[in-house]
T-cell receptor, first 110, second 117 residues
């Protein structure tokens, strides 16, 4: 399958802790993106990391990219209850088709 | 509107019925995408439009699925003779420019949850 593989599938942590989720592909990485999806809602774009970048920050988010391992990780620091959601990585196949991972379900416990 | 709008939000269909799902992209967005999301899974690509042209329909699972965007704005995804395996959330996304380079951010609607009984 060309779908991205994410781990863990589910993660439950205490508020204030950091959350790390990982994503890998069998195909080459091409401008990888991370999205968040709250229950019953659409996907919200979080961050895009270009193929020639190794690390990128946006607020409490930190994304790393290792093109040789075809993998990426998303770190959320100082987690909040509002961060509870599913997180998906997405990689472009060609110029048009986004291929998503299966997602990590993150639960932040107050 | 400010974002991508999809209707209806929920649709229940009897097996064998035809359904039509609507997507209003962000005004002026050239590119429009449809995805299918099964429960507990990531979205899977169905089809892509650049203006009114359907440039990629490789993800449509069968010839019962048909999408159109006749005036390059609103799009409709039609599923004929629905089957239980069609039950999923159907997501629409749009982006502002042509998908020439693989770098565009796609903006998603809230989706239509289709349940086929």
């Amino acid at each position: 399958s060309q779908q991205g593989e994410e781990d863990p599938q589910a993660l439950s942590i205490q508020e204030g802790e950091n959350a790390t989720m990982n994503c890998s592909y069998k195909t080459s990485i091409n401008n990888l993106q991370w999205y968040r999806q709250n229950s019953g809602r659409g996907l919200v774009h979080l961050i895009l990391i270009r193929s020639n970048e190794r690390e990128k920050h946006s607020g409490r988010l930190r994304v790393t990219l290792d093109t040789s391992k075809k993998s990426s990780s998303l770190l959320i620091t100082a987690s909040r209850a509002a961060d509870t959601a599913s997180y998906f990585c997405a990689n472009y196949q060609g110029a048009q088709k986004l291929v998503f991972g299966q997602g990590t379900r993150l639960t932040i416990n107050p | 509107g400010a974002g991508v709008s999809q209707s209806p939000r929920y649709k229940v269909a009897k097996r064998g019925q035809d359904v039509a799902l609507r997507c209003d992209p962000i005004s002026g967005h050239v590119s429009l995408f449809w995805y299918q999301q099964a429960l507990g899974q990531g979205p899977e690509f169905l089809t892509y439009f650049q203006n009114e042209a359907q440039l990629d329909k490789s993800g449509l699972p069968s010839d019962r699925f048909f999408a159109e965007r006749p005036e390059g704005s609103v799009s409709t995804l039609k599923i004929q003779r629905t089957q239980q395996e069609d039950s999923a959330v159907y997501l629409c996304a749009s982006s502002s420019t042509r998908q020439v380079l693989a770098k565009n951010i796609q903006y998603f609607g809230a989706g239509t949850r289709l349940s086929v009984l």
